[in-house]
């Protein structure tokens, strides 16, 4: 499978497949988040995920799963907006912003953050590998 090399806005991403299912692939994971739909997005992040978060946090998969299973994670809102996504060979990422409404253990993390999300392409399939989150100024 060839794949499309360069950086594209994501609003341009009509003529690209692969963009488009990097495009897909964020606004399904945002939506299962809100939904708090686990088996899903166990199946979507492989073990080998890492999340770096604000101030530097390391999360695992592990890690993340069960902030959400337990309800110390809840996103009440999360809108993605995908600004661009560059694909090399068989690596994605994609760069944007969130706006959030949740909780996170026991406190309110509403606001805007940005984010770049990794993936790579194993047997023709896009994985989500790393994501890296910051939140904006107050």
Same mark, same amino acid.
């Given at each position: 499978?060839?794949?499309?090399?360069?950086?594209?806005?994501?609003?341009?991403?009509?003529?690209?497949?692969?963009?488009?299912?990097?495009?897909?692939?964020?606004?399904?994971?945002? /939506?299962?988040?809100? /939904?708090?739909?686990?088996?899903?997005?166990?199946?979507?992040?492989?073990?080998?995920?890492?999340?770096?978060?604000?101030?530097?946090?390391?999360?695992?998969?592990?890690?993340?799963? /069960?902030?959400?299973?337990?309800?110390?994670?809840?996103?009440?809102?999360?809108?993605?907006?995908?600004?661009?996504?560059?694909?090399?060979?068989?690596?994605?990422?994609?760069?944007?912003?969130?706006?959030?409404?949740?909780?996170?253990?026991?406190?309110?993390?509403?606001?805007?953050?940005?984010?770049?999300?990794?993936?790579?392409?194993?047997?023709?399939?896009?994985?989500?590998?790393?994501?890296?989150?910051?939140?904006?100024?107050?």
């Amino acid at each position: 499978m060839k794949l499309t090399e360069g950086t594209v806005d994501c609003g341009d991403a009509a003529e690209d497949g692969n963009i488009r299912e990097i495009i897909r692939l964020e606004q399904e994971r945002a /939506a299962l988040l809100v /939904a708090r739909d686990i088996e899903a997005i166990e199946r979507l992040v492989p073990d080998s995920y890492t999340m770096t978060r604000t101030g530097g946090v390391i999360l695992d998969k592990g890690d993340v799963m /069960a902030a959400l299973k337990s309800g110390e994670l809840v996103y009440e809102e999360l809108h993605r907006e995908c600004r661009k996504v560059t694909i090399s060979q068989n690596t994605a990422a994609a760069t944007g912003l969130d706006t959030v409404k949740g909780m996170f253990k026991g406190q309110r993390v509403d606001g805007q953050y940005r984010f770049r999300n990794t993936y790579v392409q194993t047997d023709g399939r896009w994985e989500l590998v790393a994501t890296m989150s910051s939140r904006m100024g107050k």
